[in-house]
């Protein structure tokens, strides 16, 4: 019998039990593009590794279709607002990180670098989106408790009862008009907690054209979580 592990890749693969399941599944983690078995009840693990083993050029295939991550290290240009900045190391010890024209700079160590444009991004995106989300509360009279930045596996904005609203940071990595769309969208849900007509209605006295940029989260959107990946995490949970 093969190596499952050696044939699937560092990766490796993860085997979930599942009762409720009704069938043998087999798909690629989301984030980190390993493969996940599904067993239901009453199927042994030595047919589930067949069926690995009968379906490992699909596997193969849908990992290699997979976009390649782009960590964040000198010479790579990411995408800021409507700019390209490109990651340049300065000769500044302590590890700051500034915008200078279309290049960031970024001091310290280069083990750090990453980490550093990730902070940095995180905090223009925080500014970026409390700016614009006040901006479009005030026009509506809605109030904001808080705005959250962080890093959400699949949403990019969200709206509390409790008037708290949290966005996702790769929105600093997308057009302009798409991190300005997110920010009204959230706030609109202040005043209508649903995506009903009144909701659309409201939205639409903030934007002229709150379907573009749903257009475009829709069609760019996944790209977006190629940005800053620091490598596999291991797939156990
Ligand atoms: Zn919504």
Redesign the pocket.
Known sequence: MNDFSADLGPLGLKIVRNARSRRLRLRLDRREGYPVLTLPRGVSERTGLAFVQENLAWIRERQAARPTPIPFAPGTTIPVGDHDLLITRSADRRGTTRQVGDTLLVGGEIAHINRRVSDWLRAEARRQLTSRAHHHADRIGARIARVRVADQQSRWGS?SGRGVLSFNWRLILAPSYVLDYVAA??VA?LQEMN?GPRFHAVLATLLEDPRRGDQWLTRHGPELRRYGVTGAASPSS
Do not use: I, P, T
């Open positions: 709206c969208h959230e849900h995506h």
